[in-house]
C-alpha cells in the first residue's frame, strides 16, 4: 500500500473555513469587530495553582507560550490581539493535557471537567468541553464533525483483528519471514489489508479535495499544516495552486517556510547550554572541544524510529569515537519523566541533554530523527546522516 504522509488526528482531518458573504460583511459594517481577544475559562477537577499556558499550534513546531498563568479557583483568563484567526493549544500543567481553541479577536469562554489520572505521568483529560463566542471555532467543529464517520470506519475494520495484530507484530519483532508469510496469505488479514487500504484512500481523497476548495483562503495553508506531519517536492503543487492573499497569510507564510526549507549546511552553530538528566549545565562547546566531528542528534522517548536508530549510533559511537567523533543527543520530550526513563532504557554511552524549546527551533527541527553533522569549527556539513549514510559518511572523513 502506497505510503499516506498524513497525520491523522483523532483519525480525521481538520478544516476550517469562515463564510464571506454579503451578509456577513454588512454585519461587520453594522458592528465594528471587537478589536482584541479576550479568553475566560472555568475548568473543574484541577487544583488551584495548575499552570495554564496558550500555546500556538498548527506550526510544526515546538512553540513557546504566548501567554501563561494559573488556575485560581477553577478560573483562568488570557487577553491579546490577532490579525486573523489563529489556532492554539490551552496547555495545562507541565504539558499534561490541552483543550485546541480557534482564536480570534472576540471574547471567548472555555469550560471543561478535568481528571488527572493516577497512572504514571498523570496525564490531565478533559470532557463536557464547550467553547463559545468564536465563530472561527464554531466553523471548526461544524467542518470537523465528519472525523465521528471516519472514527466509525476505522473502528468498523479493526474488529476481530486484534489477536491476528498481535500474531502478525511478533513475527515482524522476531524476524520470522515463514510466519509473516503464512499470516498475511490468510483471508482474514487480506480483508483487513483491503479496509484499511479503503479507509486511508477516503483519508487522502478528502484531503486533497478540501485543500483545493479552500485555495483562496489561509484556511488552505492552515489546512495543510494540520494535515501533514512533514514535506516533500510532492506536496509543492498543493502550495502552488494557493492565491496570494493564502500564500501571504499567517499560515501561508510558514508552509512556505516549511515546504521550501532552507539548508543549514555550511552554516555555524550556535553556543549553547541545556541539561543533563541529572540537572547539571552542559556547555555545547565544552562537550565538543576536540573532537573532529559531532553529530547533533534530537529524538524524543516516544519516537519509534528514533529509537529504533540508536543501535545504529551505538554503532557508529563504537567505532568511531577513538577517531574523533563524539555524538550529542538532544531529546525534545516534554516529559521529563519519560525521557530519564528512556534514558535507562536505552543506556546511550554519550552526552544526553533535554531541549529548552530554542535550541530544536535554532536547527529547523521540524520532525524527528533530525540529526545534523558538525566539524571541528562548528560547521554543519551534513544533515539527516543515518544508519549507513552515516557510517559511510564516517569512513569517509575518519579514513585511518
Same mark, same amino acid.
Given at each position: ?5 498524513y497525520?491523522?488526528l483523532g483519525?480525521?482531518?481538520?478544516l476550517?473555513?469562515?463564510?464571506n458573504?454579503?451578509?456577513?460583511q ?19 477537577g ?9 500555546v500556538?499550534?498548527?506550526?510544526h513546531?515546538?512553540?513557546?507560550p ?5 488556575l ?15 489556532f492554539?493549544y ?6 499534561k ?6 482564536v ?18 498523570e ?5 463536557d ?9 464554531d ?5 470537523t464533525?465528519f ?6 470506519d476505522?473502528?468498523?475494520y ?8 498481535n500474531?502478525v507484530?511478533?513475527?515482524r ?17 487480506k480483508t ?8 486511508f484512500t477516503k ?21 495543510m499544516?494540520?494535515n501533514?506531519?512533514?514535506f ?22 510558514? @508552509?512556505?517556510k !516549511?515546504l521550501?526549507? *532552507? ?5 555555524s $552553530?550556535?553556543?549553547?547550554? =541545556?541539561? %543533563?538528566?541529572?540537572?547539571?549545565p552542559?556547555?555545547a562547546?565544552?562537550i ?8 547533533v ?12 536508530e ?17 555524538i ?6 516534554k516529559?521529563?519523566k ?15 541533554? @533535554?531541549d529548552? !524549546?530554542k535550541?530544536s *527551533?535554532?536547527f529547523?527541527?521540524?520532525? $524527528?530523527?533530525?540529526?545534523? =553533522?558538525? %566539524? ?8 539527516n ?11 569517509e572523513?575518519l579514513k585511518s
Amino acid at each position: 500500500m502506497k505510503a499516506i504522509k498524513y497525520k491523522i488526528l483523532g483519525l480525521c482531518t481538520c478544516l476550517f473555513m469562515i463564510s464571506n458573504n454579503s451578509e456577513a460583511q454588512k454585519k461587520k459594517t453594522a458592528s465594528p469587530a471587537v478589536a482584541s481577544y479576550f479568553i475566560e475559562g472555568s475548568i473543574t477537577g484541577l487544583a488551584d495553582g495548575t499552570a495554564v499556558k496558550l500555546v500556538p499550534g498548527a506550526t510544526h513546531s515546538s512553540e513557546l507560550p504566548v501567554a501563561e498563568t494559573t488556575l485560581k479557583e477553577g478560573k483562568f483568563s488570557f487577553t491579546g490581539k490577532l490579525n486573523e484567526p489563529r489556532f492554539f493549544y490551552v496547555v495545562f500543567g507541565k504539558n499534561k493535557g490541552n483543550i485546541s481553541v480557534m482564536v480570534e479577536n472576540s471574547k471567548i469562554k472555555i469550560s471543561a471537567a478535568g481528571t488527572v489520572s493516577d497512572q504514571e505521568g498523570e496525564r490531565i483529560s478533559f470532557k463536557d468541553v464547550v467553547i463559545t463566542g468564536s465563530k472561527a471555532h464554531d466553523y471548526y467543529k461544524k467542518e470537523t464533525a465528519f472525523k465521528e464517520e471516519l472514527d466509525k470506519d476505522y473502528k468498523d475494520y479493526h474488529v476481530g483483528i486484534e489477536d491476528l495484530s498481535n500474531k502478525v507484530g511478533k513475527a515482524r519483532k522476531e524476524g520470522n519471514k515463514k510466519v509473516l508469510d503464512s499470516l498475511y496469505s490468510t483471508e482474514q488479514w487480506k480483508t483487513f489489508e483491503a479496509a484499511e487500504k479503503a479507509f486511508f484512500t477516503k483519508v487522502e481523497k478528502t484531503t486533497l479535495d478540501l485543500i483545493a476548495k479552500h485555495k483562496t483562503t489561509w484556511w488552505g495553508p492552515f489546512f495543510m499544516m494540520t494535515n501533514f506531519s512533514y514535506f516533500t517536492p510532492d506536496q509543492k503543487p498543493l502550495y502552488d495552486q494557493f492565491s496570494d492573499a493564502a500564500k501571504k497569510s499567517y499560515y501561508g507564510q510558514i @508552509l512556505d517556510k !516549511d515546504l521550501n526549507p *532552507k539548508s543549514l549546511i555550511g552554516t555555524s $552553530i550556535a553556543n549553547f547550554n =541545556l541539561k %543533563d538528566k541529572d540537572g547539571k549545565p552542559y556547555n555545547a562547546k565544552d562537550i565538543v572541544t576536540g573532537k573532529k566531528y559531532i553529530l547533533v542528534d534530537f529524538w524524543a522517548s516516544w519516537c519509534g524510529p528514533c529509537r529504533k536508530e540508536i543501535p545504529n549510533l551505538k554503532t557508529a559511537y563504537a567505532e568511531y569515537g577513538p577517531k574523533g567523533f563524539e555524538i550529542l543527543s538532544i531529546s525534545i520530550d516534554k516529559d521529563e519523566k519519560a525521557w530519564q526513563k528512556a534514558l535507562g532504557q536505552e543506556n546511550m554511552q554519550w552526552h544526553n541533554l @533535554l531541549d529548552d !524549546d530554542k535550541v530544536s *527551533k535554532a536547527f529547523n527541527v521540524k520532525t $524527528i530523527p533530525a540529526t545534523y =553533522l558538525v %566539524d571541528a569549527k562548528g560547521v554543519i556539513i551534513g544533515d539527516n546522516l543515518r544508519g549507513a549514510e552515516l557510517e559511510a559518511k564516517l569512513k569517509e572523513l575518519l579514513k585511518s
